[in-house]
């Protein structure tokens, strides 16, 4: 009941005063894994019991909250020879007690029961989870027929007899020799059984499947029965796979390790998915093994989700593998997608020690570690360490992936010379589906005027980015290089709906080639204003250079929310604006207001240096000191400071009157003549999790050490400032050393691109040579990916390359976003130059987050009535709490699940401990292409008025082997980047649950002090303090916002109040043990605190 799964081995030999009596070991997962020694054992005492030859959860039989344990012991005898017995032993606070709360015993001779036993789920949906149990020799008018025996789970427990059994009827078939839970195949709410008989006959064919559908008065069937081919035991290991294609139906595994087509006994495993009439009767994918006797498929099960993509994951043991060593053994892991599960293994690991058998048991752990990533465990029970055959478990942790190696989306313009993908962006969500779009742009495009440019929109669904744009503008003037530049600007208005903005360096509106930046408003329809083609006409807001050929717009980007007002803000640079000095450059800020952007910067800034070429790059710096407002980072990159051409890059602070005026809070310079630091600019996210933003600057002239190869830099924020930018003391750094290649030309944030909670970087090289590649100059690009120590030392995570000679593949690179709504961010890259089928006609392409195209899953922000989202850094309309929604779903298929949440000041880190569990819910019969899931929302309730908080939200399975998902959160953002703001002016400093203030501005605050005890069981003292006499409100609410109890409604004197609840509701019923929150609010400030309920 730790929220950690723990660990089960089984050592059915084991020898402790008696002959292979064997044993069971329960090792507790923790933060760090399980534990280095085991937690509780158990044995026989009795000779050749072959204890734990089978072992299991038994999930939850008597629905006490906590998983209990079922274990086999087939050649157990008291009375009869190898009658064997099954045990249950039930989990409770303290972990599970070395006395069985159940057994039994077949009672008949050599029936070996318990040669295999398994969590069925909750076969009739009486709320108890049920359990089967095998006995492939039992004898019932055909001997060795085999028999399976189901236990339905109740409040008491396990049954004293069996609820269900079933045979064959054909002797020696071996049925029961292995059983599984299949999941619910058929997705009708009731989870199913399968059996497996190695020797079953049927006209030519040796080895069969038995599947038993659930129902509501138990199970019923066979439903269906697969069959194999001659002599090759099949059925010799079945398994529910979970729902390895998202579909929504569960689908189920047979091994049949005497497979011998082509080679002796090298194996097979088969998948057969489900369907609204249960499982198919022939396989979709199967699976060889690789060397004669290697056994493939003696072993085989789910192996949860174990890279959190939200497709279950198979595994396979091929424990005689000779490789390099004999009978040392191979496991394989087998990823599932949309498509099914993938044709080759994404893992394989060997034994590496001769006669191990690594692999003769493979399964998934759940998730030992409590990071939402599904563990997978594998034993060697030959391996020989002091001593003979004493054997071996190893546990591997499951984890995010980094980008699809291939791209999952490309688009291209089919017109020559366009330089279509000269810029790329993540527009964010501009028609509030939850799912992010993204803007390419063509700088050259002609359509009616030469090179008037244009830029195109693409919308996310949750089969990914659609091929054919929803909308596309022109620049409706001639050389004009509309969609130069092309960015997300954020929700401006604030109608929950982001904004686009487009950049068209070239334009003329009253001053020759100025330049020109334009905004158009998100709508539902996902077509801007205009209709499905726009011009600069039908923009929502314009803003223009001023002065000829000023570069304005040739770089934008969203600012964040640099005055903390909840509303998006944006920044245009004109690298050759002249205020003073030629071509000195300059940087505009406008703010973003309820009616849309303002018509006039807030903020303007230059550098007073010559040909300096600021404002080239722009962007926004996240929250580089860690105020809570988002700061701005501008790039000159012919910048002399005071050496020639080395660039710079400057970051200001931004305050809630915008950003501030002045010097730069930061910068930074290259130190190499003509190295052009600061050609590309952005804000790099949390990297190392800290918990303030970091930047990432590009300078593709450096040289590293090849001439032009090109550098980037990392340089994490701080408060106080850090010290200023050089190329010794970045915190990160990396070159191409490949003449010419440009490394830096581009640099972004690519969100959170495996789900672990850090900012990742994408860097651009357009004119490099890929590492082994014929074409020239095709451009690459490469991702790098945070953690808690930041980017490690060594070679990029991922890259990517252009594929034609010339490509300039990386010119441009962006987040994407999360297109499809998995809860990981994607990868768009323009190149602007690539041929296919036109010269020059530029290309664009997505990758998608997390290895693969996951389950939409869709974690949002919403308004509290969950009436339309909240864009990233909006503004909730309640002062203290505002609601969040997803798609509530498991890798299971149709299940049982329920959305947990926490919620935390943006200064705060999450710890886990104040989270909140909404109701278990069963997921919805599939939808084509969705599934089976369900929408569920939180309203989170408690905050500060004009707080800036940050959340995440993970689902939790009531099946133990897919116990929870990774947490999930905004996907642009790292999980420790602020969301969303509260309405109002931020009033007060909240404290810390149990924490009394001792400045002289204490008393000057509205504020909760503390509650003793908390957690509490029947009564609690509240204790509070109201700075001035006013009406003030202490209520209880629930995890889900509704109020349970009004405390204090009246008007009081100013002081410190003491308030005593019961815990219990108006109507005077006690509240369930759980999570509440305590509100405190007048009409010009509100304060909240968690108070957790025991049984």
């Known amino acids: 009941g730790d929220g950690y799964s723990d660990l089960l081995v089984g050592t059915p030999r084991y020898d402790s005063g008696q002959v292979d009596e064997g044993a069971v070991y329960l090792f507790y997962g923790g933060a760090n894994g399980p534990s280095s020694s085991p937690d509780w054992m158990i044995e026989a005492d009795l000779a050749n019991a072959w204890l734990g030859y089978s072992i299991s959860t038994a999930g939850d039989v008597n629905g006490d909250g906590y998983d209990d344990i079922l274990v086999g012991s087939p050649h157990f005898e008291l009375g009869d020879f190898a009658e064997g017995i099954a045990l249950v032993f039930l989990g409770s606070a303290s972990g599970p007690a070395h006395s069985a709360d159940w057994y039994y015993q077949s009672n008949q001779a050599s029936a070996y029961f318990g040669r295999s036993v398994a969590y069925l789920g909750d076969v009739n949906r009486d709320g108890y989870d049920d359990i089967a149990v095998g006995a492939d020799r039992y004898s019932n008018g055909q001997s060795n027929e085999g028999r399976v025996y189901a236990f339905y789970g109740s409040a008491a427990g396990v049954p004293a007899s069996p609820s269900w059994t079933a045979e064959v009827n054909q002797a020696g078939c071996g049925f029961g020799g292995s059983v599984s839970g299949a999941g619910d195949v058929n997705a009708d709410g009731y989870p199913d059984l399968i059996v497996g008989a190695s020797n079953y006959i049927t006209g030519s064919t040796i080895g069969a499947a038995f599947l038993y559908h659930g129902s509501a008065s138990g199970l019923t069937g066979p439903n269906r029965i697969l069959f194999g081919d001659d002599d090759i035991l099949f059925g010799e290991c079945v398994a529910g796979a979970g729902d390895v294609d998202g579909d929504g139906y569960a689908d189920v595994l047979v091994g049949a390790p005497n497979y011998n087509e082509g080679s002796t006994y090298t194996g097979k495993a088969y ?146 010379n366009t330089q279509y993908g000269y810029s790329v962006a993540g527009a964010g969500d501009i028609n509030g589906d939850g799912f992010d779009d993204v803007l390419v742009g063509a700088s050259n495009f002609d359509n009616g005027q030469i090179f008037e440019g244009a830029a195109f929109l693409f919308l996310g669904s949750e089969l990914g980015l659609n091929a054919i744009p929803s909308w596309y503008a022109e620049g409706e003037q001639e050389y004009a290089s509309f969609g130069r530049s092309v960015a997300g600007a954020g929700d401006v208005n604030g109608d929950g709906l982001e904004d686009i903005l487009i950049g068209a360096d070239n334009y003329t509106q009253t001053e020759s080639r100025e330049g020109a930046a334009f905004l158009w408003h998100g709508s539902v329809t996902g077509v801007p204003a205009g209709g499905p083609v726009g011009s600069p006409a039908t923009a929502d807001w314009a803003a223009y250079g001023g002065q000829e050929e000023a570069g304005f717009g040739f770089a934008i980007a969203s600012a964040g929310d640099v005055d903390g007002d909840g509303l998006a803000d944006v920044i245009v640079g004109a690298y050759a604006y002249d205020n ?383 116990p929870r998902s990774p947490w999930l959160h905004l996907s642009a953002n790292g999980e420790t980047e602020a969301d969303v703001r509260m309405f109002g002016t931020p009033s007060y400093v909240e404290n810390e649950p149990g924490e009394e203030g001792t400045n002289a501005s204490d008393a000057l605050r509205l504020a909760l002090s503390r509650t003793s005890p908390n957690p509490f069981r029947s009564e609690t003292s509240v204790t509070w303090r109201l700075p001035a006499a006013s009406d003030v409100q202490l209520t209880v609410h629930d995890v889900g916002g509704r109020r349970i109890r009004t405390l204090v409604s009246e008007a009081r004197d100013a002081g410190v109040w003491t308030t005593e609840w019961n815990g219990r509701d108006e109507e005077g019923r006690p509240v369930p043990a759980g999570i509440y929150w305590l509100r405190l609010s007048t009409k010009s400030e509100t304060a909240r605190m968690k108070l957790v309920r025991l049984d």
């Not at 003696?298 to 959190?308: F, I, P, Y």
């Not at 048991?361 to 003979?388: E, K």
């Not at 034609?804 to 999360?818: E, I, L, P």
């Open 271 to 416: 998948l057969y998915p489900g369907s609204s009439s249960g499982v198919a009767a022939d396989p979709v994918w199967e699976y060889e093994g690789e060397s004669t006797y290697a056994h493939f498929g003696a072993a085989l099960g789910t192996a949860g989700d174990v890279n959190g993509d939200g497709y279950a994951d198979v595994i396979v043991g091929s424990h005689e593998y000779t490789g390099s060593l004999e009978e040392e053994g191979v496991a394989y892991v087998f990823y599932g997608y949309h498509t099914g599960l993938s044709p080759e293994p994404v893992w394989r690991t060997e034994g590496n020690i001769e006669f191990a058998s690594y692999g003769t048991s493979v399964a998934t752990a759940g998730d030992l570690n409590g990071d939402g990533f599904s563990d997978l465990v594998v034993g060697a029970p030959y391996v020989t360490n002091g001593q003979a055959g004493e054997g071996r478990v190893y546990v591997y942790f499951g984890s995010g992936d980094g980008p699809r190696t291939t791209a999952g989306w490309v688009t291209e313009s089919n017109a020559a």
């Open 580 to 962: 003073g000095q030629i071509d000195e450059g300059a940087a505009f800020v406008y703010l973003g207001s309820d009616d849309g952007l303002e018509e006039t910067p807030q903020w303007f800034h230059d550098c007073d240096h010559a040909n300096a070429y600021y404002g080239v790059s722009v962007g926004s710096a996240g929250d580089f000191n860690g105020d809570g407002l988002s700061d701005v980072i501008v790039g000159a990159i012919r910048y002399d400071h005071p050496t020639a051409g080395e660039g710079a890059a400057f970051v200001y602070l931004g305050s809630s009157a915008g950003v501030l005026p002045g010097a730069p809070y930061w910068y930074a310079e290259s130190n190499e003549e003509n190295g052009n630091l600061g050609y590309s600019v952005a804000g790099a996210g949390d990297i190392n999790g800290d918990g303030i933003g970091d930047v990432v600057v590009g300078a593709p002239e450096m040289d590293a050490p090849a001439v032009d190869g090109g550098r980037a830099f990392v340089w994490y924020g701080g408060s106080p400032a850090p010290p200023n930018g050089n190329p010794t003391n970045a915190a990160w750094s990396a070159g191409r050393n490949e003449l010419g290649a440009w490394f830096g030309r581009s640099v972004a944030s690519a969100g959170d691109l495996d789900n672990d909670g850090y900012g990742d970087i994408i860097i651009g090289a357009p004119l490099d040579t890929a590492p082994g590649s014929p074409y020239e100059a095709e451009g690459t690009a490469f991702v790098y990916l945070g953690s808690a120590d930041g980017i490690g030392v060594g070679p990029a995570d991922w890259y990517g390359s252009g594929g034609n000679d010339g490509s300039r593949y990386g010119w441009a690179v962006a987040c994407a976003g999360d297109v499809n709504g998995d809860g990981a961010s994607d990868l768009i890259v323009g190149a602007h130059r690539a041929n296919h089928g036109q010269v020059d006609e530029g290309r664009a392409y997505l990758y998608y987050g997390n290895g693969s195209r996951g389950l939409a899953r869709l974690p949002r922000q919403w308004q509290t009535d969950l009436s339309r989202p909240i864009a990233p850094l909006g503004r909730s309309n309640e002062p203290d709490e505002f609601g969040v929604l997803a798609r509530l779903r498991s890798p299971e298929g149709r299940g049982m699940a329920r959305l947990v949440t926490e919620v935390e000041s943006y200064a705060n880190s999450f710890d886990g401990v104040g989270t909140a569990a909404g109701a278990w819910r069963r997921t919805s019969v599939p939808t084509t292409n969705g599934g089976s899931y369900v929408v569920e929302g939180q309203v989170l309730p408690g905050l500060a008025s004009g707080g800036l908080y940050k959340w995440r939200l993970r689902f939790e399975s009531k099946n133990p082997l897919f």
